[in-house]
């Protein structure tokens, strides 16, 4: 595949439904769900190691099952209590996660845009909120919320390239 075709179909479609997995998905709280959001972060993480990637992914999955099937433990309980009843801290923690993994869309930043990077991930901050607020408030959520992130990607990088053909 073309390079620059390889890169859209990332940016614009890849990303945006692994964030939203990720990010959105989890939301909602279920085993299966969080199972998957975990398991998508640790895969992405390691993405330059493919081999490491799956055998970590692979772990967490039959660890993840373990803690969250196992009666004995109770994780599955404190975590819907955690859900149930200080929701709107999970909801801003992930939105807080959504903003701080795009600082790593930005290469060499010197010590004072590390310092301003509160103020460089202000719209990722609305558009968490935005997406969140989709994901639980309408049933399809989640697809509206994958859809709106898609655009959103595929209008940046239009942007982008008309601003800078040779990118």
């Not at 390079?3 to 990303?15: N, P, R, S």
């Not at 099937?69 to 975590?79: A, C, G, M, S, V």
Request: charged share 15%; hydrophobic share 55%; with cysteine.
């Amino acid at each position: 595949m073309d390079l620059i075709l390889q890169k859209v179909v990332i940016i614009a479609v890849v990303g945006p439904v692994c964030e939203e997995l990720i990010f959105r998905l989890p939301l909602i709280f279920t085993k299966r769900n969080l199972l998957i959001a975990i398991v998508l972060l640790v895969f992405l993480l390691n993405k330059s190691d493919i081999p490491r990637a799956i055998v970590l992914s692979i772990v967490i999955i039959g660890v993840g099952l373990f803690l969250l099937y196992y009666k004995k433990f109770r994780i599955t309980e404190f975590l819907e209590n955690v859900w149930k009843n200080h929701y709107t801290f999970v909801f801003y923690i992930f939105v807080l996660l959504f903003a701080c993994i795009h600082i790593t869309n930005y290469r060499d930043l010197s010590f004072i845009q590390y310092c301003l990077t509160p103020l460089i991930v202000v719209p990722q901050l609305i558009m968490g909120i935005f997406f969140g607020y989709t994901r639980v408030r309408y049933k399809n959520g989640l697809i509206i919320s994958i859809f709106m992130h898609i655009c959103l990607n595929s209008l940046s990088l239009l942007f982008a390239f008309r601003l800078n053909p040779d990118s």
